[in-house]
């Protein structure tokens, strides 16, 4: 099984901050990752998918890079609605979730 | 409006069965492969199961193989969990996602609110 593994879990920060979170994947995924945005008490939301493609309706401030075993989600900016769990997601194979960074207010 | 709203969670003894189930409403359905997916209280994401847009092809997650069945009605627009042989680190709420299609295939881009499932003694 493909393992991926988010840094840090826990993350401290203030709005206007820019946030970097980043996951690991035990083996090479190429691209096949998505990030999703979960709040307390609500269902995951896609934020990008294929490693850096944002989905619909989801603000720019949110970007996704890297390949192989290495990506990176970043907030560029980061707004109150932003405070939330953040999971990566591998579908290389079959599909798999990092244990997930949850964004806190500092 | 186009959403999935799950039904049938409840607690349960060890080694019962349940059955799942998740209405999907306001898009064709039988075009789109669906999925399972469990959180913890207050742990992570865990994929369970998925099943094609026929219900030929079905997957399952190493944890639930050969306990739980995933199946699909097109003609009602419902999915199915039948989960047998519950376990107590089986407790979870229960999600639906519909898979996208195209540049989204393999992503879970549709959620239900979920379905709370307790096993305990």
């Known amino acids: 099984d493909i393992r991926l593994t988010q840094s840090p879990s826990t993350l401290s920060a203030s709005v206007g901050d820019r946030l970097t979170i980043t996951c690991r994947a035990s083996?090479?995924?190429?691209?096949?990752l998505a990030w999703y945005q979960q709040k307390r008490g609500k269902a995951p939301k896609l934020l990008i998918y294929k490693a850096s493609n944002l989905q619909s309706g989801v603000p720019s401030r949110f970007s996704g890079s890297g390949s192989g075993t290495e990506f990176t989600l970043t907030i560029s900016s980061l707004q109150p609605d932003d405070f939330a769990t953040y999971y990566c997601?591998?579908?290389?194979?079959?599909?798999?979730f990092g244990q997930g960074t949850r964004v806190e207010i500092k | 409006q186009v959403q999935l709203v799950e039904s049938g969670g409840a607690v349960v003894q060890p080694g019962k069965s349940l059955r799942l189930s998740c209405a999907a409403s306001a898009f064709n359905f039988g075009t789109y492969t669906m999925h399972w997916v469990r959180q913890s209280p207050g742990k992570g994401l865990d994929w369970v199961a998925s099943?094609?847009?026929?219900?030929?092809?079905?997957f399952y997650g190493d944890s639930v193989k050969g306990r739980f069945t995933i199946s699909r009605d097109n003609s009602r627009n419902t999915l199915f969990l039948h989960m047998t042989r519950l376990r107590l680190e089986d407790t979870s709420l229960y999600y639906c996602?519909?898979?996208?299609?195209?540049?989204?295939?393999?992503?879970?881009?549709?959620w239900g609110q979920g379905t709370m499932v307790t096993v305990s003694s």
């Open positions: 997601q591998q579908y290389n194979g079959d599909w798999t």
């Open positions: 996602a519909r898979e996208g299609y195209g540049t989204h295939l393999r992503t879970f881009e549709m």
């Open positions: 083996q090479n995924i190429n691209t096949w």
């Open positions: 099943v094609s847009y026929d219900g030929t092809i079905t």
